[in-house]
């Protein structure tokens, strides 16, 4: 349930609510029958059975019904350190899981972007225009009965010739500076 419930965090919890008037929104603790502990998840929607549940930092709603009768209690609040912290329910409880779940989901897309990126300037080959600025430096190091190639660049070490493939691996950015056929 991060980041609304962190580990350490004591819960006040009201178990003498109505079980079945319970909101899309509420944060619930319940014991599921095949499980030793209690679970801690957010109502994201209620069905004629039960409720679909949903930790804050999940990407998907749990793949079972939560029953009326396993449910403990409602979270109303958290005790963090000094702090006694209220949880937001219903609605607001909703919005927030919401904004957390978009959230989300805007970070993974814009992790994925600097690589397809770098897809798209490796497909394009625009940047062989600029082969010809890095002079770097093939180095063949022998030890004892092998060898290996590395490619160094003003004494830094920018890639290494693959023994398995025979092609070579060089590091972001140099990559797109380096001609590997002229090497």
């Known amino acids: 349930m991060l980041p609304t419930l962190r580990p350490g965090d004591g819960a006040m919890i009201d178990t003498e609510i109505d079980k079945r008037e319970l909101n899309p929104g509420d944060i619930i603790v319940y014991r599921l029958s095949n499980r030793s502990k209690n679970i801690v998840h957010r109502i994201i929607k209620v069905r004629g059975n039960g409720y679909m549940t949903r930790g804050d930092n999940n990407r998907t709603p749990d793949d079972y019904i939560v029953k ?20 937001s329910g219903e609605r607001a409880g909703l919005l927030l899981h919401r904004k957390l779940t978009i959230r989300k989901t805007v970070i993974r897309f814009f992790l994925k972007v600097p690589v397809l990126i770098s897809r798209m300037i ?32 003003k004494n830094g070490l920018i890639g290494k010739k693959c023994m398995n493939s025979g092609g070579w691996e060089i590091r972001f950015p140099y990559k797109y500076f380096i001609n590997k056929e002229k090497l």
């Open 122 to 153: 490796d497909k394009s080959k625009i940047l062989t225009l600029f082969h010809p600025l890095i002079k770097a430096d093939v180095i063949l190091i022998k030890r004892g009965n092998s060898s290996s190639e590395i490619l160094v660049y």
């Open 68 to 87: 009326f009768d396993s449910v403990i209690g409602k979270v109303l609040s958290v005790k963090r350190g000094t702090k006694t912290i209220r949880i």
